[in-house]
C-alpha cells in the first residue's frame, strides 16, 4: 500500500489488504497519551457526578451515569479486566466486582496503538485528546429508558480503523440521537488492536498463547457477552441485538460471524464500507510476530518476555514490520476457518445482513490523496495500478465506466473504478456468499449522495455514512455541509439501520421497498437525495472489472 505522501498516480490500490493497511483505514486518531499500564485506569476526578444521577447495576457493580436530553448515558463500563502484564495477549478475563456506586461519566481509555496519518476528509472531525491504556475494555451505553420491560432492540458498534487504530470514544459514534430519535439503546465497544490484539505467538509460544492472534476478537465476544448479561435494566433486548460497523468495524463485524465464541450473542449483522473474505493465515502472521521479536532483541523462544516489556515499547516496534499484528488470523482455535471463503461462514447462517459502500470510497481513504483534475494518460496510470491489470484490460475498464457514466470526468472515472476494486468488490462477494446460504436475507446499499463540502471534491468517500447512520449530521458539518437535504437522507438511513435492529428488516416509511439481495436481481437501496431501489446497478462496471482483475 501507498505511503500517505504520495499522490494518486503512485497510490497502488488493492481491496485484499485494504483493512490491513492502519494509515489507511478510517477511524484512526491523531496524537496520544501513554499512560501507566500497571495501574487500572480510573476516571479523572473531575468527572465526578453528584448522587442524583441514574444508577443501574450490573452483574460486577452499581454505575452512576448521566441523563440529558431524554437519553442516559453511561461511559467507561468495564466489561473485562486490564489486559497489562500476564493479561497481555490472553483472552480477556471478568472485570473484578466492585463495592458502592461506580462513576461512569468518562469515555473509556483507547487501546494502545500509534499515531496515525489521517485521510483529509475524515481529519476535519477528530478528537484532540485521548489516553492509551492497555486497561481498554470499556464501553459506552446511550438509551432512553432504564427497565427492563422495554425490550428495546440493541446496537452494538465496532469502531474503524483497521484492526490498528480507533476507538468508540470518537464524537460521531454517540449514541444519543439513535437513542432518542428510534428507540434503541446503542453500545460502543473499546477493545485491543494491533499487536496487543493480534500477534500471532501459538507456533513460537506454544499452547498459552493460542489464541493470541484474535484477543482482540475475543474482546468483542465478552462485550457481547456483556450485552447479554446486563443490557436489560438498560432498556435493552438480549434476543435482538445488531453488531454493526464501519471499514475496520465492518471486517470485525464479518469475522465475528465466522467464530464459534461469537454464536447466539447477535441476531442481526450490519457492514458499512469493508468485507472480511479472508483472514491471515497463521504461517505468516507467525513469521511477523517472529520479525516482530527480533526487532525488540528477542530470540524465538523468549514470547514470555513480551509481557513485561513496556506498552511504549512495543507500539515504537510495530513500526516498520510488514504485516506485524495486522488483523484476525485463521488460527484453528477461535477462528477457524476464513470468514467468507470459499463460502459464507455457517455460524450466522440464520443472521439477516445489511451491507453496503459509498460511491467512492477512496476519496476518503487515502492519506495525502490528490482531488485534483487529472489527465488520460494519469487516469491510464492509476486505474492500472488499482486494478492490478495491464494496458489492454485498464483501456477496456475505463471506456465501460465512461460509457455506463458519461458524467463522470476522468478524475471520477479512476475514483469509483479503485473504489470498487479496492472496497465494493469484496463487499459484492460477501453478499453473494451469505445470500447463497438462503438462511437468511440479506440488503444491499449503495451511497451515491456527495457531500459538498470543500466545493464537493470528496464526493462520496469513505466514512460518509456514519453521520447519516447515526443522526449526526449537525455535528458533522465539516462533513456533510449545512445543506436540508441532509435531514431527510439522515432519517431514511438510520431509520433503515434501526428498523434492522429491531426486525431483522430495514424497511420503513420513508423508504420504498426493499427487497432482498439475491443473485439475479441484485436489488440494491441507492441512498441519495431520492431514495432508490436499483436492480444490480452498474452492471456492466461490475463485469468489467471481474474480468480486468482476472486477467
Known amino acids: 500500500m501507498p505511503s500517505p505522501n504520495k499522490t494518486p498516480e503512485n497510490a497502488s490500490i488493492h481491496r ?13 486518531l491523531l496524537g496520544g497519551t501513554l499512560v501507566d499500564t500497571s495501574k487500572t485506569w480510573a476516571a479523572p476526578a473531575s468527572a465526578k457526578a453528584d448522587s442524583s444521577g441514574p444508577v443501574v447495576e450490573t452483574a460486577t457493580g452499581k454505575i452512576r451515569g448521566s441523563f440529558q436530553d431524554s437519553v442516559y448515558a453511561f461511559k467507561g463500563v468495564p466489561y473485562g479486566a486490564s489486559t497489562a502484564g500476564p493479561r497481555r495477549f490472553m483472552p480477556p478475563a471478568k472485570p473484578d466486582p466492585w463495592t458502592g456506586v461506580r462513576d461512569a461519566l468518562t469515555l473509556g481509555p483507547q487501546a494502545p496503538q500509534a499515531a496515525a496519518t489521517l485521510p483529509e476528509f475524515f481529519a476535519m472531525m477528530t478528537e484532540k485528546n485521548r489516553t492509551l491504556s492497555e486497561d481498554c475494555l470499556h464501553l459506552h451505553v446511550w438509551t432512553s429508558a432504564l427497565s427492563a420491560n422495554h425490550k428495546k432492540p440493541v ?40 499487536i496487543f490484539g493480534h500477534l500471532y505467538l501459538a507456533e513460537l509460544g506454544g499452547e498459552k498463547y493460542a489464541d493470541s492472534g484474535n484477543v482482540g476478537m475475543l474482546d468483542i465476544v465478552a462485550a457481547l457477552e456483556w450485552v447479554r448479561d446486563n443490557i436489560g435494566p438498560f432498556g435493552g433486548d438480549p434476543s435482538k441485538v445488531l453488531i454493526f460497523g464501519e471499514s475496520g468495524g465492518g471486517g470485525k463485524v464479518s469475522t465475528l460471524m465466522a467464530m464459534p465464541a461469537a454464536q447466539g450473542l447477535f441476531q442481526r449483522a450490519a457492514v458499512q464500507s469493508a468485507s472480511a473474505i479472508k483472514a491471515i493465515p497463521r504461517d505468516r502472521a507467525s513469521k511477523s510476530a517472529e520479525e516482530f521479536m527480533a526487532k525488540l532483541g528477542l530470540a524465538k523462544n523468549q514470547v514470555n518476555e513480551l509481557q513485561n516489556l513496556p506498552m511504549d515499547k512495543l507500539i515504537a516496534a510495530m513500526d516498520g514490520v510488514r504485516g506485524v499484528g495486522a488483523g484476525p488470523v485463521v488460527d484453528g482455535h477461535s477462528l477457524p476457518n476464513d470468514p467468507f471463503d470459499p463460502t459464507a461462514p455457517k455460524f450466522s447462517e440464520s443472521v439477516p445482513l445489511l451491507i453496503g459502500t459509498n460511491a467512492t470510497e477512496i476519496s476518503g481513504l487515502i492519506p495525502g490523496i490528490s482531488l485534483d483534475p487529472i489527465d488520460a494518460a494519469t487516469l491510464r496510470t492509476n486505474v492500472k495500478q488499482s486494478t492490478h491489470s495491464g494496458d489492454e484490460q485498464a483501456d477496456k475498464l475505463i471506456a465501460v465506466y465512461k460509457k455506463a457514466q458519461p458524467n463522470l470526468n476522468d478524475l471520477e472515472v479512476w475514483l469509483t473504478i479503485a473504489s470498487d476494486a479496492a472496497v465494493r468488490a469484496g463487499v459484492l462477494t460477501e453478499a453473494e456468499r451469505k445470500a447463497a446460504l438462503g438462511k437468511a436475507p440479506v440488503y444491499m446499499y449503495y451511497l451515491t449522495w456527495r457531500t459538498p463540502v470543500k466545493g464537493g471534491k470528496f464526493r462520496s468517500p469513505h466514512v460518509l455514512d456514519v453521520p447519516f447512520v447515526f443522526d449526526h449530521v449537525d455535528m458533522a458539518k465539516e462533513m456533510t455541509g449545512d445543506g436540508q437535504d441532509r435531514y431527510a437522507l439522515a432519517q431514511n438511513m438510520s431509520g433503515a439501520w434501526a428498523a434492522f435492529a429491531r426486525n431483522g428488516n430495514p424497511n420503513h416509511k420513508g423508504l420504498p421497498h426493499w427487497p432482498a439481495f439475491d443473485a439475479s436481481k441484485r436489488a440494491t437501496m441507492e441512498f441519495n437525495r431520492e431514495c432508490r431501489v436499483v436492480d444490480d446497478p452498474n452492471r456492466e462496471e461490475r463485469l468489467a472489472l471481474k474480468q480486468a482483475v482476472q486477467a
Open 155 to 194: 446496537m452494538v458498534w465496532l469502531h474503524g480503523g483497521g484492526y490498528s487504530s480507533g476507538s468508540a470514544n470518537w464524537p460521531l459514534y454517540d449514541g444519543s440521537a439513535l437513542a432518542a430519535e428510534h428507540d434503541v439503546v446503542l453500545v460502543g465497544v473499546n477493545h485491543r488492536l494491533n
Open 16 to 28: 485484499r489488504s485494504f483493512l490491513n493497511n492502519a494509515t489507511l483505514a478510517a477511524g484512526a
